[in-house]
Structures are given as C-alpha cells and as structure tokens.
C-alpha cells in the first residue's frame, strides 16, 4: 500500500524522489516475504541429513534481502542521474504531507521488527528492520530535497533527485551493516563473547567443576551450539565427571534458552597445570 501511494504521488507530484521511495518500498514487499519463507525453513528441528538443524538459512536469506537492497539502491541511482539531466517541473507541495507520514510508519516499523529481531537474536528480522530503516531514510531525503525545490524556486527544481541519489548511497552502506554480521555467522566468527563470558560463570559456579578451558560459540538461525571444556577433579570416576557434564549441559540450556544445545568435553584438573 505505501509503494502504491508513494509511486501514484511521485507520478502526480512530479518528484522522482517519490518514485524511488516507491522502488524502495517494493523490494521491502519481497525481501520481507523472503524473510518469512526463510524464518519458517530455518526453525525446522533437526533430521537425519541436517543434524545440526535448519539455521544457516536464515544467513542466506539475509544475503538475498542485502542484495534486493543493492539493487534498489542502484536503480535509484541511476535514475536519479538520468533525472538531474532532464529538465522538469518543481514537485508539488502536498508531496510533503505524504512522505512526513511515511517517514513516521516506515520508522515505527524499524523500531518494531528490529526489537523482534533483538529478542529472537534473527540476523534476517534485524536485515529486515533496516530495509525499514533505509526506506525511512529514503523518504527523508526527499523530504529534505522536495522541500529545497519548492521554498528555493528556480534553478532547485533537481533537489529532489539529488536527495534519492544521496539516499542510494545511504541504502548502500545500511546494505553492508547488514551483510557483515551474516557473513561473520556463515564463517563462524568468533562474535559472543559476552555469552561466552556469562557460560563460564554459570558453569564454574557448578559443584565440581573446578575450571572452563575452552569455550566456543556459533550461531545457526535463531540459536547457539556450544563447545565448552570443563576441567573436574582428577581423582573422580568416570561416571562422576559424566554427571557432572549433563548437570553442567542441564543448567547452561535452563538459563540460556537462546541455546539450542552444549557439547562438553571433561579434562582433568591436574591437566591444567
């Protein structure tokens, strides 16, 4: 519906910013459904040939969104260019009272789908909170250079092509904020510490679990698979340091829902030193 009104208002308003907003808003439509497809793919439980789960789909899919972003923006571009070239009519200034509306609904709904994509830890719900972001963004430039077309007069009437090429570039590097976690995720970059932080403390805090050696965490989907090497009392028996482990796994999945699941490694203490 905001494509819509976006592209008839451009048209009619004569503001080729309008226009791109209106791109814009359209790859929101299809990026957004393909968060949804992917969503639903990447929460499937594990099976015999994904053991691991379904989560690094969720990755891909923010890829595709990156990419419906690049393309946008390079559309806008373009545009905007063969624009500036062409002579045209000042736009219209109820053009104003359209986009000061958008820029409001487009930023409640960043707000709205990047606190989501904080609480499910989704890398595709935050690329989708920022395709919110930058179609907000788009809409303020040209706001921005509609407002210096009309006020100004003569000679300003391309400030509103200015301002969607300007916005191009900003959809460009809100496209690289979004790729560089997902890529980090594909790679299994080392990125939690703070987690890794709060595994060991719960963990050490276990009776019998003398230390946490190493401790590694990587993300698939919505979750966090677990390495986690805990060293125990040499002189117990194997099912002691056995038990100790399921106590440390049972604990660690009980206060981090986030996790998905642990595999443990005991040592023994004297190991250590």
Same mark, same amino acid.
């Given at each position: 519906?905001l494509a819509i009104v976006k592209a008839v208002t451009g048209i009619f308003g004569n503001s080729y910013a309008l226009i791109a907003d209106?791109?814009?808003?359209?790859?929101?439509?299809?990026?957004?459904?393909?968060?949804?497809?992917?969503?639903?793919?990447?929460s499937k439980p594990p099976d015999e040939n994904h053991p691991y789960g379904h989560g690094r789909a969720e990755p891909l899919i923010t890829?595709?969104?990156?990419?419906?972003?690049?393309?946008?923006?390079?559309?806008?571009?373009? &545009?905007?260019?063969?624009?500036? #070239? *062409?002579?045209?009519?000042?736009?219209?200034?109820?053009?104003?009272?359209?986009? $000061?509306? @958008?820029?409001?609904?487009?930023?409640?709904?960043?707000?709205?789908?990047?606190k989501k994509g904080e609480e499910t830890k989704s890398t595709s719900l935050k690329a989708d909170a920022w395709h919110h972001r930058s179609?907000?963004?788009?809409?303020?430039?040209?706001?921005?250079?509609?407002?210096?077309?009309?006020?100004?007069?003569?000679?300003?009437?391309?400030?509103?092509?200015?301002?969607?090429?300007?916005?191009?570039?900003?959809?460009?590097?809100?496209?690289?904020?979004?790729?560089?976690?997902?890529?980090?995720?594909?790679?299994?970059?080392?990125?939690?510490?703070?987690?890794?932080?709060?595994?060991?403390?719960?963990?050490?805090?276990?009776?019998?679990?003398?230390?946490? &050696?190493?401790?590694?965490?990587? #993300? *698939?989907?919505?979750?966090?698979?677990?390495?986690?090497?805990?060293?125990?009392? $040499?002189? @117990?028996?194997?099912?002691?340091?056995?038990?100790?482990?399921?106590?440390?796994?049972?604990?660690?999945?009980?206060?981090?829902?986030?996790?998905?699941?642990?595999?443990?490694?005991?040592?023994?203490?004297?190991?250590?030193?």
């Amino acid at each position: 519906m905001l494509a819509i009104v976006k592209a008839v208002t451009g048209i009619f308003g004569n503001s080729y910013a309008l226009i791109a907003d209106a791109i814009e808003s359209t790859t929101d439509v299809f990026s957004s459904l393909l968060v949804l497809l992917g969503l639903k793919y990447s929460s499937k439980p594990p099976d015999e040939n994904h053991p691991y789960g379904h989560g690094r789909a969720e990755p891909l899919i923010t890829f595709a969104v990156v990419g419906f972003l690049v393309i946008s923006a390079t559309v806008i571009a373009y &545009e905007s260019i063969q624009h500036i #070239k *062409t002579p045209h009519s000042v736009p219209e200034t109820y053009t104003l009272i359209i986009l $000061a509306v @958008i820029i409001v609904i487009k930023e409640i709904a960043y707000r709205f789908v990047s606190k989501k994509g904080e609480e499910t830890k989704s890398t595709s719900l935050k690329a989708d909170a920022w395709h919110h972001r930058s179609d907000a963004i788009t809409s303020l430039m040209a706001f921005i250079g509609i407002s210096i077309a009309i006020f100004m007069g003569d000679g300003y009437e391309a400030a509103d092509d200015f301002a969607a090429l300007i916005a191009s570039g900003f959809i460009i590097y809100n496209a690289y904020l979004i790729l560089r976690p997902a890529l980090g995720e594909v790679m299994d970059e080392h990125m939690y510490d703070d987690m890794i932080s709060h595994i060991r403390e719960i963990s050490q805090s276990i009776p019998g679990v003398v230390e946490t &050696e190493k401790c590694f965490v990587r #993300k *698939t989907g919505m979750k966090f698979l677990v390495d986690l090497h805990i060293a125990v009392d $040499a002189s @117990i028996s194997v099912k002691e340091g056995h038990d100790i482990a399921h106590e440390v796994k049972n604990i660690l999945l009980q206060e981090l829902p986030e996790i998905a699941d642990v595999l443990i490694h005991v040592e023994p203490d004297d190991e250590l030193f």
